[in-house]
């Protein structure tokens, strides 16, 4: 059905959920339908009851439903999320992101000018809590906010992926892929965990499946960022994540890479991080680190102990997903 759903997964959201909830009121549809989905994903707070009287007493234009997902983990919710929407594009409005006034209506236009676009990005911009530190600062990009490329247009080849909050999904490419039998590798964070990477594995699906990933600066949102985050012990633990699931990332990225055709082998994977984590740690010489140091080294040997560590799953991985049904051939 023409129009855009957006999907709120939230994890006890009880203390943001409200200013997302108001942006999403004030969207200007100029006659587009919409619909607002809260799925509430294991929270243990009053997350739907906030979010239910907000919705209420605002008198929103726009039909607000909440549903229950107990099975933890961002995946699982935006699964849900997907399923139950009724419209034919999705965007997923993280608990902490602040749509601008036309996001919808702009991702719903977009999507509408090219059949072949399967997933949209637009641009976060980071709002503190309390300043951060300039080490924080310095990588702050790491926090889903800042250009994801340098100018508007197809990054497809150029980059691969879009980062998760604010991204928007042509609900149809979505179903294809599970039609077809696609299943989810990482789960996405599950409560204080911080691992990550189903982004970057729905993203390199969809190019799998033939559609283009397409980024728009015009498409802004504002980025909530927490002074619990904005510490450089958070971006250290959220740096070992990306390396964690960078490792179960490589099989897609190789056969994208290779147009679908082949791919390669869990055996050079692992050579090649091994390398790579070896270069690394010659070229930190183990002494004392920087604080930028300790972060590549982070993620390097995160992504090399989990190469080690999930060895079958990601074996399995390389020798199946080349005759994927979903995937199509070059």
């Known amino acids: 059905m023409k129009g855009i759903s957006v999907v709120v997964c939230c994890y006890n959201s009880a203390s943001r959920i409200k200013d997302t909830l108001d942006h999403l009121a004030k969207q200007e549809l100029n006659g587009i339908k919409a619909e607002v989905?809260?799925?509430?994903?294991?929270?243990?707070d009053d997350t739907a009851a906030i979010a239910a009287s907000c919705w209420v007493s605002w008198n929103a234009a726009i039909p607000m439903?909440?549903?229950?997902?107990?099975?933890?983990?961002?995946?699982?919710?935006?699964?849900?999320?997907?399923?139950?929407?009724?419209?034919?594009?999705?965007?997923?409005?993280?608990?902490?992101?602040?749509?601008?006034?036309?996001?919808?209506?702009?991702?719903?236009?977009?999507?509408?000018?090219?059949?072949?676009?399967?997933?949209?990005?637009g641009?976060?911009?980071?709002?503190?809590?309390?300043?951060?530190?300039?080490?924080?600062?310095?990588?702050?990009?790491?926090?889903?906010?800042?250009?994801?490329?340098?100018?508007s247009g197809d990054v497809t080849l150029s980059k691969g992926y879009l980062?998760?909050?604010?991204?928007?999904i042509r609900k149809s490419a979505y179903e294809y892929l599970i039609k077809k039998g696609f299943k989810f590798t990482l789960t996405g964070r599950i409560g204080?965990?911080?691992?990550s990477g189903e982004d970057f594995e729905l993203c390199q699906a969809i190019i799998l499946t033939g559609y283009t990933l397409y980024y728009d600066s015009t498409l802004t949102f504002k980025h909530y960022l927490t002074r619990n985050r904005l510490n450089e012990?958070?971006?250290?633990?959220?740096?070992?994540?990306?390396?964690?699931?960078?490792?179960?990332?490589?099989?897609?990225?190789?056969?994208?890479?290779?147009?679908?055709?082949?791919?390669?082998?869990?055996?050079?994977?692992?050579?090649?991080?091994?390398?790579?984590?070896a270069m690394t740690a010659f070229m930190t010489g183990f002494g004392l680190l920087s604080f930028e140091q300790k972060l590549k080294w982070a993620n390097d040997f995160s992504a090399l102990k989990s190469l080690l560590v999930n060895a079958v799953t990601i074996q399995?991985?390389?020798?199946?997903?080349?005759?994927?049904?979903?995937?199509?051939k070059s």
């Open 37 to 44: 989905i809260v799925v509430n994903n294991n929270s243990s």
């Open 192 to 195: 204080q965990t911080l691992t």
């Open 233 to 277: 012990n958070y971006l250290f633990r959220m740096n070992k994540g990306f390396g964690y699931s960078i490792a179960f990332l490589y099989p897609y990225i190789y056969l994208s890479a290779d147009k679908g055709i082949k791919g390669k082998s869990y055996g050079y994977i692992l050579l090649k991080q091994l390398y790579h984590t």
């Open 123 to 151: 641009m976060g911009i980071p709002v503190y809590e309390i300043e951060p530190p300039a080490t924080v600062r310095k990588h702050v990009a790491q926090y889903a906010v800042g250009p994801q490329a340098a100018a």
């Open 316 to 328: 399995k991985l390389c020798g199946n997903l080349p005759s994927q049904p979903w995937i199509k």
């Open 65 to 121: 439903r909440i549903i229950d997902e107990p099975t933890p983990g961002l995946s699982s919710a935006r699964h849900t999320g997907i399923k139950n929407a009724v419209f034919d594009y999705v965007v997923f409005c993280d608990d902490d992101n602040w749509l601008s006034e036309q996001y919808l209506l702009t991702a719903f236009l977009i999507f509408e000018s090219d059949s072949k676009i399967g997933a949209l990005g």
């Open 163 to 168: 980062y998760g909050a604010g991204i928007a």
